[in-house]
Protein backbone atom coordinates (compact mmCIF):
# COMPACT_ATOMS: atom_id res chain seq x y z
CA UNK A 1 0.00 0.00 0.00
CA UNK A 2 3.06 2.57 0.77
CA UNK A 3 4.93 1.54 -1.78
CA UNK A 4 1.49 2.43 -4.52
CA UNK A 5 1.21 6.03 -2.61
CA UNK A 6 4.79 6.77 -3.15
CA UNK A 7 4.83 5.36 -6.68
CA UNK A 8 1.81 7.63 -7.39
CA UNK A 9 3.27 10.93 -5.71
CA UNK A 10 6.57 10.06 -7.42
CA UNK A 11 4.27 10.40 -10.99
CA UNK A 12 2.34 13.37 -9.82
CA UNK A 13 6.16 14.97 -9.10
CA UNK A 14 7.22 14.28 -13.03
CA UNK A 15 4.16 15.46 -14.38
CA UNK A 16 4.40 18.34 -12.44
CA UNK A 17 8.00 18.91 -13.48
CA UNK A 18 7.10 18.12 -17.11
CA UNK A 19 5.19 21.04 -16.90
CA UNK A 20 7.23 23.78 -15.37
CA UNK A 21 9.67 22.72 -17.31
CA UNK A 22 7.59 23.18 -20.83
CA UNK A 23 6.06 26.49 -19.23
CA UNK A 24 9.79 27.57 -19.24
CA UNK A 25 10.68 26.33 -22.71
CA UNK A 26 7.85 27.79 -24.15
CA UNK A 27 8.33 31.34 -22.39
CA UNK A 28 11.94 31.18 -24.02
CA UNK A 29 10.67 30.91 -27.33
CA UNK A 30 8.09 33.24 -26.81
CA UNK A 31 10.93 36.02 -25.22
CA UNK A 32 13.44 35.00 -28.08
CA UNK A 33 11.14 34.97 -30.99
CA UNK A 34 10.09 38.81 -29.92
CA UNK A 35 10.48 40.95 -32.99
CA UNK A 36 12.22 44.32 -32.39
CA UNK A 37 13.16 43.58 -29.01
CA UNK A 38 16.30 45.35 -28.38
CA UNK A 39 18.91 43.98 -26.23
CA UNK A 40 22.26 44.68 -24.92
CA UNK A 41 24.41 42.40 -27.24
CA UNK A 42 22.80 44.85 -29.67
CA UNK A 43 24.19 47.98 -27.73
CA UNK A 44 27.75 49.00 -29.34
CA UNK A 45 28.93 49.01 -25.76
CA UNK A 46 28.68 45.67 -24.77
CA UNK A 47 30.88 44.81 -28.07
CA UNK A 48 27.63 42.24 -29.12
CA UNK A 49 28.51 39.46 -27.25
CA UNK A 50 26.25 39.52 -24.50
CA UNK A 51 22.62 38.78 -25.03
CA UNK A 52 21.14 39.35 -21.42
CA UNK A 53 18.25 42.11 -21.25
CA UNK A 54 19.38 45.38 -21.44
CA UNK A 55 17.17 46.07 -17.84
CA UNK A 56 19.99 45.22 -16.53
CA UNK A 57 23.00 46.35 -18.49
CA UNK A 58 25.07 48.96 -17.08
CA UNK A 59 23.71 51.71 -19.07
CA UNK A 60 20.32 50.58 -17.38
CA UNK A 61 22.13 50.91 -13.99
CA UNK A 62 23.85 54.34 -14.75
CA UNK A 63 20.78 56.15 -15.71
CA UNK A 64 18.57 54.43 -12.64
CA UNK A 65 21.14 54.88 -10.03
CA UNK A 66 22.96 57.97 -11.36
CA UNK A 67 26.26 56.81 -11.58
CA UNK A 68 29.41 59.21 -12.05
CA UNK A 69 32.40 58.20 -14.23
CA UNK A 70 34.45 56.66 -11.42
CA UNK A 71 31.35 54.29 -10.00
CA UNK A 72 31.11 53.06 -13.54
CA UNK A 73 35.11 52.59 -14.03
CA UNK A 74 34.51 50.18 -10.73
CA UNK A 75 31.42 48.46 -12.86
CA UNK A 76 33.10 47.63 -15.41
CA UNK A 77 35.90 45.94 -13.43
CA UNK A 78 33.34 43.28 -11.52
CA UNK A 79 30.15 43.28 -14.29
CA UNK A 80 31.97 41.37 -17.00
CA UNK A 81 32.66 38.28 -15.58
CA UNK A 82 29.36 38.30 -13.46
CA UNK A 83 27.26 38.25 -16.98
CA UNK A 84 29.91 35.99 -18.35
CA UNK A 85 29.35 33.72 -15.37
CA UNK A 86 25.63 34.19 -15.33
CA UNK A 87 25.18 33.77 -19.09
CA UNK A 88 27.51 30.29 -18.46
CA UNK A 89 25.19 29.08 -15.76
CA UNK A 90 22.10 29.74 -18.01
CA UNK A 91 23.49 27.90 -20.93
CA UNK A 92 23.98 24.92 -18.37
CA UNK A 93 20.56 25.12 -16.70
CA UNK A 94 18.84 25.10 -20.46
CA UNK A 95 20.33 22.22 -21.46
CA UNK A 96 20.21 20.35 -18.50
CA UNK A 97 15.85 20.69 -18.48
CA UNK A 98 16.61 19.89 -22.48
CA UNK A 99 18.03 16.72 -21.15
CA UNK A 100 15.46 16.24 -18.53
CA UNK A 101 12.42 16.74 -21.25
CA UNK A 102 13.55 14.56 -23.16
CA UNK A 103 14.63 11.85 -20.24
CA UNK A 104 10.38 12.15 -19.23
CA UNK A 105 8.99 11.80 -22.78
CA UNK A 106 11.00 8.82 -23.57
CA UNK A 107 9.33 5.40 -23.58
CA UNK A 108 11.12 4.72 -20.35
CA UNK A 109 12.51 6.88 -17.85
CA UNK A 110 15.08 6.72 -15.57
CA UNK A 111 13.93 8.25 -12.47
CA UNK A 112 17.83 7.99 -11.38
CA UNK A 113 19.14 10.01 -13.90
CA UNK A 114 16.10 12.36 -13.90
CA UNK A 115 17.13 12.72 -9.58
CA UNK A 116 20.07 13.58 -11.12
CA UNK A 117 19.60 16.09 -13.80
CA UNK A 118 16.99 17.49 -11.02
CA UNK A 119 19.82 17.41 -8.55
CA UNK A 120 22.29 19.40 -10.86
CA UNK A 121 20.10 22.00 -11.99
CA UNK A 122 19.10 22.88 -8.30
CA UNK A 123 22.85 23.23 -7.76
CA UNK A 124 23.29 25.67 -10.80
CA UNK A 125 20.41 27.72 -9.36
CA UNK A 126 22.39 27.59 -6.04
CA UNK A 127 25.76 29.13 -7.56
CA UNK A 128 23.54 31.35 -9.73
CA UNK A 129 22.19 32.88 -5.99
CA UNK A 130 25.52 33.10 -4.81
CA UNK A 131 26.92 34.86 -7.99
CA UNK A 132 24.25 37.51 -7.57
CA UNK A 133 25.06 38.38 -3.61
CA UNK A 134 28.19 38.60 -4.30
CA UNK A 135 27.52 40.75 -7.08
CA UNK A 136 25.00 42.71 -5.12
CA UNK A 137 27.92 43.16 -2.54
CA UNK A 138 30.52 44.63 -5.30
CA UNK A 139 28.18 46.79 -6.44
CA UNK A 140 27.12 47.81 -3.28
CA UNK A 141 30.49 48.49 -2.27
CA UNK A 142 30.49 51.55 -5.30
CA UNK A 143 27.38 53.25 -4.25
CA UNK A 144 26.82 55.87 -1.72
CA UNK A 145 23.78 56.20 0.48
CA UNK A 146 21.01 56.94 -1.82
CA UNK A 147 22.14 55.23 -4.51
CA UNK A 148 22.40 51.90 -1.87
CA UNK A 149 19.14 52.14 -1.39
CA UNK A 150 17.48 52.55 -4.73
CA UNK A 151 19.91 49.59 -5.64
CA UNK A 152 18.00 47.51 -2.39
CA UNK A 153 15.20 47.91 -4.38
CA UNK A 154 16.08 46.85 -7.89
CA UNK A 155 17.24 43.86 -6.29
CA UNK A 156 14.41 43.86 -4.85
CA UNK A 157 12.37 44.22 -7.53
CA UNK A 158 14.26 41.43 -9.50
CA UNK A 159 14.06 39.05 -6.26
CA UNK A 160 10.32 38.89 -6.35
CA UNK A 161 9.98 37.12 -9.74
CA UNK A 162 11.69 34.56 -7.74
CA UNK A 163 9.50 34.74 -4.98
CA UNK A 164 6.09 33.78 -7.36
CA UNK A 165 3.62 31.42 -5.69
CA UNK A 166 2.56 28.16 -7.28
CA UNK A 167 -0.29 26.42 -7.61
CA UNK A 168 -1.92 26.69 -4.64
CA UNK A 169 0.24 28.77 -2.78
CA UNK A 170 -1.31 32.40 -2.05
CA UNK A 171 0.64 35.48 -2.52
CA UNK A 172 2.62 36.88 -0.21
CA UNK A 173 3.45 41.22 0.45
CA UNK A 174 6.25 40.61 -2.06
CA UNK A 175 4.75 39.65 -5.09
CA UNK A 176 5.47 40.82 -8.50
CA UNK A 177 6.12 44.26 -8.46
CA UNK A 178 6.16 45.39 -5.11
CA UNK A 179 9.55 44.72 -4.85
CA UNK A 180 11.46 43.41 -1.48
CA UNK A 181 13.68 44.90 0.93
CA UNK A 182 16.47 42.54 1.33
CA UNK A 183 16.96 42.80 5.37
CA UNK A 184 13.48 41.49 5.42
Known sequence: MKSENKHNWMIWAIIV??????????????????PGEITSSQLPEQGGSESTSLRYSGR???????LNREQMSHFSEF?????????DINFSLASLRQRMIKEMAGETSDTMKLNELSDS?????????KLTYKYYFDF?????????????????????????????????????????RLSD
Open 79 to 87: NPEFRRNVR
Open 140 to 180: RKICNKEQQEKLEQMFGEMFAVDNQPGPGMHRSRYGRGYGR
Open 121 to 129: IGHLHADLK
Open 60 to 66: YFRDQLG
Open 17 to 34: LALMNISTFVTILIHNNR
